[in-house]
């Protein structure tokens, strides 16, 4: 390898002189499973899973050109249970629970603030609690994609010479709700999308029966996609960037971690491409059948390609901006006194 490490040869199938083929299916579901502690449906929550695919190769040329693909698809939907703190139906108005627990209207009150109460999070769930919050049950769908294909061309040229390419597509798509957390943003979700391209070609000369050349030029190519957004429709006017996706909440445990806190939203997104090429040669001298000699060179170049560009050794993070604003309490959220006076902007 280019670094030190383990030699791993993968060796894929190939086409013959006959067709021959292959296909499966296989699925599983929600019919057996059992609801846990935090499911409030009334059975087990959705779930379904497909994995699919098929193979097939045989002659394009008897004895000469040989063709063989293989498909494999992945398909998941599984809905998982939450419990999020969300603000309580008090605070969605502009009130806050007094000492005698009865919900009074907020000192100071920012009728603004309260857009961002009702669409950053669902309605809640149970009762509201002495500090303003409630806690809102749900159970959004986590969607897991994938592609993969295979193809391989053999092309026996002579008798002295043969060659090959290999080409293999991977796609990849993720979809988590709460914005990729664990259940502190109902509303939210992270969209992973994952693509890598690989290309292999061979050629293999034979001299004579003690010297054999093998020169192999190989592609691997892809990137990955982080996308934070919104899982419900939001309002244009909560965006807090423009052009970018609505910011960050956080009402408690911003400086006390055991505070009950309500999070919201999430930064914007993040591409990471990738290209790697490289050239590898290699001669063989045969004595007695056995290797008596080998010389091989291996130039090539790898790195990361943005916008045409290679950049080395480093990943690239682009991002259009987001924001995020913390409060102490649902009290003070709803009087728009962000904690500290603290406004974090992240920008693009």
């Not at 992945?74 to 139906?89: H, I, K, M, Y």
């Not at 030029?217 to 990955?224: D, E, I, T, V």
């Not at 590898?280 to 790195?303: I, K, N, V, Y």
Request: positive net charge; proline residues 7%; contains cysteine.
């Amino acid at each position: 390898g280019k670094r030190a490490g383990g030699q791993i040869n993968i060796v894929t199938s190939s086409g013959s002189n006959q067709l021959h083929g292959s296909a499966f299916e296989y699925l599983r579901n929600s019919a057996l499973d059992a609801r846990n502690f935090f499911d409030q449906t009334t059975g087990a929550p959705p779930f379904k899973r497909n994995q699919f695919g098929g193979s097939l190769g045989g002659p394009l040329k008897k004895d000469k050109m040989f063709l063989f693909g293989t498909y494999e698809g992945f398909q998941e939907r599984l809905s998982r249970s939450s419990a999020s703190v969300v603000p309580g139906a008090c605070a969605r108005q502009g009130l806050f629970p007094n000492a005698a627990g009865v919900c009074a209207p907020v000192d100071g009150l920012k009728p603004a603030m309260l857009k961002y109460a009702n669409a950053f999070w669902p309605a809640p769930s149970t009762p509201d609690r002495p500090d303003g919050t409630a806690i809102a049950y749900s159970n959004p769908p986590q969607t897991i994609g994938e592609s993969l294909g295979l193809a391989r061309f053999d092309y026996v040229i002579s008798s002295k010479d043969s060659f090959y390419a290999n080409l293999t597509v991977d796609n990849g798509l993720r979809i988590n709700p709460w914005g990729g957390g664990g259940g502190g943003a109902p509303n939210f979700k992270s969209v992973s999308d994952n693509i890598s391209k690989t290309l292999s070609l061979k050629e293999t000369h034979v001299f004579s029966s003690s010297l054999v050349n093998i020169a192999t030029l190989g592609y691997a190519g892809g990137y990955a996609t982080l996308v934070n957004a919104p899982a419900v429709p939001m309002p244009a006017d909560v965006v807090f960037l423009e052009g970018g996706n609505p910011g960050t909440i956080v009402i408690g445990g911003g400086i006390s971690a055991a505070a009950p806190s309500a999070v919201a939203g999430i930064p914007a997104w993040v591409r990471m491409p990738r290209l790697s090429i490289r050239l590898h040669q290699r001669q063989a001298l045969l004595e007695h059948g056995r290797l008596a000699f080998e010389d091989a060179t291996e130039p090539g170049w790898s790195g990361i390609v943005i916008s045409g560009k290679r950049r080395l050794s480093d990943h690239i993070g682009i991002s259009p901006g987001s924001a995020e604003q913390r409060y102490s309490d649902a009290e003070r959220a709803c009087a728009g006194l962000p904690l500290d006076g603290r406004r974090l902007v992240y920008p693009g």
